[in-house]
């Protein structure tokens, strides 16, 4: 049945649970193909619960949605002898969309094989992918590209795959979204991303958010010359948790974030030739094999990998923690717990052949069965470890440091070095041989676990802040006063412990739109919103902290420590700094200087708020000499005329069209008694628009027949005319009048 003519988009409804003929889901897809229009297609509340394909597969030519009664309540079943749906896709100049929701797709060969010439997007949602003797969603197009998006969707039990995303050499950019789904207890790999030929334009993507994929007989996850993210998400009892591997010279590339590795039977993330791995805000933790590995060379095989962890924690993992054993690696760990790891050191790697120097920072390497870190690198080359800001200690039965490699170490505490070769840039600012005084590994905020310092750690406040990261592993602001010796200075090691009464100090205030440029803070010029304002830590341009400012202008660090500090004020485009130091008063001038937007290098001991210090933005037009504005009314009686008893409003947005440009503007807001101004125009066009706050109405315009009571806003769109700007003229009876709302008639 259709609910609307064939020369426009259709409704088709199915009826019955038949494979074939009228009323069947069969037909309904055959009719929706033949319209040229995208179609739906719903389903009989009364219709049975499973419909048998017995005459194959139903294929999609057209854009179609099909909406389910629900997963509970609907199977479409193929019996194991061919796919459910086909989708062969459109063309690059004629796209399809094809969404399919709130259905159980069993025992298809795959269950959506958009195995296609031409572009295609296909989406789903609310539904279970089960039993496929192949794969549940297969998505391929062969010259152009495919998108795909999952949502709260279970795929479960199919024997290849649970998702396949595939290139080829002629096809494009493939992308997809996998959100809210759980792929559970597939015979192979959960989801798989591949560009399969070296010359893909781009590489396939695929976003995993809020997923599960757990209990998978082969990978959890893999990335073949491909980009994967996994984002806020559980990769759990499949047999390796992540991979990552080339195509020829185009690397399988992982970003993981705020995600939870665990219990997989091999490793948590094994990184093939050309793997690339970011891990931030992470767990890897109770794998069968290492929490991250890169396997050695064999034969041709050239073996390269790279690791970038940050703001996470691999412990706990029955072999090793970081084992990186290709020999071209490169190694970054930033505020990383590496602890507690079995049947192997903490971290272990071979630099041998690689291009760059690796680097730990700000990172506790602790606990671990077989050493702390162990380089392999060859004696010869060149390439180091540097290790920064960093505790190594406390490893089991091997040294801290292990290896042939050569150490770089400089404000590090490592208990025991053994026969390490180290190389120390800043004489004496190691600690050797000394136990860190470290708390279990356990929950002290943050996403990831960690180990404290105890109070009386050696490790407090002897870090470098040069080379300091800006947070700890668990977002808390460096460096603290944790000593209290009132100097704010960098703890080694992930975890940086907070001052109980030092780190209170403040500093902010303002940045304004100074109207008439004269580097004074006066009533009716208004905060700016948005302005990114950074601050130099030992005011240091490399140590930062940013904060932005909020819709009055205003901004604040605060929780500093005692030490010195300096404002950057980072000019947006379209305005010039203030005079400097202009009113003679602090409180109302501005502390940025012209050409650099830096305030001076100012101390701060325990507890001082500095809260003054501000920065004046001139518009760059307020080059000329006219001026226009005036007032902003509540028409309370809603006639459109000013009135002695009606009051101005403050804090209404007013924005001044250069050109008559709705594009380009300049804004301000009303002050407290409902007055504006913009000054210093040069010679152009503008007009004037103001913005109703919610619960207003625009007057009716020129309803006084006098032009200096009357309102000037169109009501509609709150515009008033454009308006030429000779040299020096004062346009200053432009107002708008504003409806209480129930007034309006």
């Not at 038949?18 to 179609?39: E, H, K, Y």
């Not at 071979?350 to 390497?365: G, K, P, Q, R, V």
């Not at 919610?694 to 009716?700: A, N």
Request: with cysteine; net charge negative.
């Amino acid at each position: 049945m259709m609910s609307s003519s064939m020369a426009s988009a259709a409704t088709f409804q199915v009826s019955n649970t038949n494979d074939s003929g009228p009323g069947s889901l069969r037909q309904a897809v055959l009719d929706a193909n033949i319209n040229p229009t995208p179609d739906e297609i719903i389903f009989d509340s009364s219709i049975g619960n499973t419909i048998a394909l017995t005459s194959g597969p139903i294929e999609i030519r057209d854009a179609l949605i099909i909406t389910g009664p629900g997963a509970q309540n609907l199977t479409i079943n193929a019996g194991h002898s061919f796919d459910i749906f086909d989708v062969p896709g459109g063309s690059i100049s004629n796209p399809y969309t094809v969404s399919i929701s709130s259905l159980t797709l069993a025992n298809g060969v795959t269950a959506i094989d958009a195995d296609s010439y031409g572009d295609v997007e296909l989406t789903v949602a609310d539904s279970v992918i089960t039993g496929s003797s192949d794969t549940g969603i297969y998505l391929s197009a062969y010259t152009w590209s495919a998108s795909l998006a999952v949502t709260d969707t279970v795929i479960t039990n199919n024997e290849e795959y649970g998702v396949l995303v595939s290139g080829s050499r002629n096809s494009g950019y493939h992308q997809a979204t996998l959100e809210r789904t759980s792929i559970v207890d597939n015979t192979g790999y959960g989801v798989v991303s591949v560009a399969a030929q070296v010359d893909v334009i781009d590489s396939d993507q695929a976003t995993l958010e809020r997923t599960s994929i757990v209990d998978n007989t082969g990978y959890g996850v893999v990335s073949v010359a491909a980009q994967v993210d996994v984002i806020d998400s559980v990769v759990s009892g499949n047999s390796t948790g992540l991979g990552a591997a080339a195509d020829y010279y185009t690397p399988g590339v992982l970003s993981v974030s705020e995600t939870t590795i665990t219990s997989n039977l091999s490793h948590g993330v094994q990184l093939f030739d050309i793997g690339k791995l970011t891990l931030e805000n992470s767990t890897v933790a109770s794998n069968g094999g290492a929490g991250v590995y890169s396997p050695p060379p064999v034969g041709l095989y050239v073996a390269r990998a790279s690791a970038h962890i940050l703001d996470s924690t691999i412990s706990d993992n029955s072999a090793g923690g970081v084992t990186m054993d290709a020999i071209y690696n490169e190694i970054i760990l930033e505020n990383a717990t590496i602890s507690g790891n079995h049947n192997g050191p903490g971290v272990q790697f071979d630099l041998t052949y690689a291009y760059e120097s690796s680097h730990i920072t700000n990172s506790t390497i602790t606990g671990n069965d077989l050493g702390g870190i162990n380089d392999l690198t060859s004696a010869s080359n060149s390439r180091e470890i540097v290790l920064e800001n960093s505790v190594v200690a406390e490893n089991g039965s091997g040294d801290d440091l292990l290896g042939t490699g050569t150490y770089t170490v400089h404000h590090s505490l490592i208990q025991n070095p053994g026969t390490a070769t180290l190389v120390e840039p800043s004489p004496g600012s190691n600690i050797i041989g000394v136990a860190p005084m470290l708390g279990t590994l356990q929950d002290n905020g943050g996403t990831t676990l960690t180990h404290e310092l105890l109070s009386g750690s050696p490790a407090i406040d002897q870090g470098e802040n040069l080379s300091c990261l800006n947070t700890d592993q668990r977002g808390i602001v460096r460096p603290q006063d944790g000593d209290s010796d009132n100097l704010a200075t960098c703890d080694m090691g992930a975890f940086e412990l907070a001052g109980s009464s030092t780190s209170t100090g403040v500093i902010g205030d303002r940045v304004w739109r100074d109207i008439n440029g004269n580097g004074v803070q006066d009533t009716n010029e208004p905060g700016l919103a948005g302005v990114a304002v950074k601050l130099r830590i030992n005011c240091d341009a490399n140590n930062t902290l940013t904060a932005i400012t909020n819709s009055n202008g205003d901004f604040q660090f605060d929780g500093l420590g005692v030490g010195t500090y300096q404002l950057e004020f980072i000019k947006p485009d379209g305005y010039s700094f203030s005079p400097y130091i202009a009113a003679g008063d602090y409180r109302i001038d501005s502390n940025a200087d012209p050409a650099t937007g830096l305030d001076q290098c100012r101390s701060l001991s325990t507890g001082q708020s500095r809260l003054a210090l501000d920065a004046g933005l001139v518009p760059s037009l307020a080059d000329g000499s006219g001026i226009m504005g005036n007032y902003v009314w509540s028409d309370d009686n809603g006639d459109g005329t000013q009135d002695a008893t009606e009051p101005g409003l403050a804090g209404v947005t007013v924005r001044l069209h250069i050109d008559c440009n709705p594009t380009t503007w300049l804004s301000t807001f009303t002050d407290a008694n409902g007055g504006f101004m913009f000054d210093r125009l040069p010679v152009k066009n503008y007009r004037l628009e103001f913005v109703a706050p919610d619960g207003f109405t625009f007057s009716p315009p020129i309803a006084a027949g006098d032009y200096d009571r009357d309102s000037n806003a169109d009501p509609n769109t709150g515009r008033d005319k454009c308006r030429a700007m000779p040299e020096g003229r004062e346009r200053l009876a432009l107002d708008a009048g504003l409806v209480p709302s129930g007034l309006e008639n």
